[in-house]
């Protein structure tokens, strides 16, 4: 037998080895066969293995007004409306100047300022203390909503408030969403009900925007299972699905919100959380288009915006001077990453912004806390930037840079 006759049949010994292997099944052992195991969703924390570019940028390339801000809140709430005057001060501004300077964070817009003295303790606190680092928006006064003069007297609130500093009006979801017929019960009171045409007029005749968040994430509204892909999140807070129950469907809330913005064309409505359906940016596009008194922000949804970055990019190219930066920043809210007040926020959105980077957390946290995804960065052009990181917000508010 040659070399080559010596090869090859050791080779037809191999092959027909290995057809017998595959023939007659040895029984392992357990320990040899790995079994899958069960592992709960919230210990799962993937590494990612991606080799890409890590760019850190630790303060903004120009002056940011975050108009999107959370600095004091109601100290009483039952059933998701806020009642009291008095403020919770989540941080001094001491506090939050030292964050400021470190991110080249100019002004810091507190849109909870509430009403009457709570807001003029406040504005006295912050605005007046520090000024043109803080500027605080008036919320309705829904606990006077069942007196009979209440489209009048709301008015004139928002007209007192502007007369103690208020640059503009807040409106949370608490509105389509909380607010009933008796305040806390009965039935939901609708976006566009007539007794709050006043309140939106009076903001149009003094040049006060309106913040306005309806809505949620589309998914609040789909049933929290396995399809729902903010399953984790309306798990861990079951209290935000408006899912079932009286809740309108969110193209009703949308639609209620948008009979309000036509039907009041010299009011100015900066639409947060980028027109509340990041999910869907031509719907938001169409809005804009059809009401030249929208803008939006970009206050947590970049969790949205960046696993779409080419859309989004687009989107902030053809509306740049309608779009503000917002971020939702809380001090203290240690259960929302994506809105707790932190350099490692804001080091987010610029790198979102900023930078072209692939592949990074939206959120400062172990588990991506809006959904498991991660985003991509959409590299503005410098003379956007500049736009939505203080031009467009420095008009609405109607202040010099
Ligand atoms: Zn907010």
């Known amino acids: 037998m040659n070399r080559r006759q010596l090869l090859y049949g050791t080779g037809i010994a191999l092959v027909s080895s290995a057809v017998a292997r595959a023939r007659v099944k040895i029984p392992a052992s357990d320990d040899e066969t790995p079994k899958p195991k069960v592992l709960n969703l919230p210990d799962y924390q993937p590494t990612s293995m991606l080799h890409v570019r890590e760019t850190r940028v630790e303060r903004a390339r120009y002056p940011v007004i975050d108009i999107h801000t959370h600095i004091t809140e109601t100290s009483k709430e039952v059933n998701g409306v ?3 005057a008095e403020r ?10 030292l964050v400021m300077e470190r991110k080249n964070v100019r ?36 606990a006077r909503f069942l007196e009979p003069d209440y489209p009048r007297i709301q008015a004139q609130t928002v007209e007192q408030a502007h007369r103690d500093g208020a640059r503009g009006l807040k409106i949370l979801k608490t509105l389509g969403l909380y607010l009933r017929e008796n305040i806390t019960s009965g039935k939901l009171v609708k976006i566009d009900d007539p007794r709050f045409d006043p309140m939106w007029d009076m903001c149009g005749q003094l040049n006060m925007p309106v913040a306005i968040h309806i809505s949620d994430p589309i998914a609040f509204f789909t049933p929290t299972d396995r399809f729902n892909e903010r399953y984790e999140e309306l798990n861990n807070h079951p209290d935000w699905s408006f899912c ?3 809740f309108p469907s969110n193209a009703e809330l949308l639609e209620a919100r948008n009979r309000v913005i036509a039907r009041h064309p010299s009011t100015r409505f900066i639409v947060l959380h980028t027109g509340n359906f990041a999910e869907n940016l031509e719907n938001v596009s169409q809005n804009l288009d059809r009401y030249p008194n929208m803008s939006v922000d970009i206050a947590a949804r970049i969790g949205e915006l960046g696993r779409q970055p080419r859309t989004a990019r687009a989107f902030f190219e053809k509306y740049q001077d309608r779009i503000l930066f917002g971020t939702d920043a809380t001090p203290h809210v240690d259960n929302y990453p994506q809105q707790l007040f932190e350099d490692a926020l804001y080091e987010i959105y610029f790198r979102f912004l900023e930078t072209d980077d692939e592949y990074f957390d939206y959120a400062p946290a172990k588990v991506p806390p809006q959904g498991r995804w991660r985003i991509y960065g959409i590299d503005l052009p410098e003379p956007i930037l500049l736009k939505v990181y203080n ?4 008009r609405e508010l109607r202040i010099s840079l």
């Not at 919770?88 to 100047?97: G, Q």
């Open 82 to 84: 806020p009642l009291a």
């Open 107 to 142: 002004s810091m817009v507190n849109l909870t300022g509430g009403f009457a003295s709570g807001l003029t303790e406040t504005i006295e606190k912050y605005d007046k203390s520090y000024r043109d680092r803080f500027y605080t928006f008036t919320e309705p006064c829904y």
């Open 244 to 246: 079932g129950r009286d």
């Open 391 to 394: 031009q467009n917000a420095a």
């Open 88 to 97: 919770s001060f989540l941080a001094t501004p001491e506090e939050l100047l």
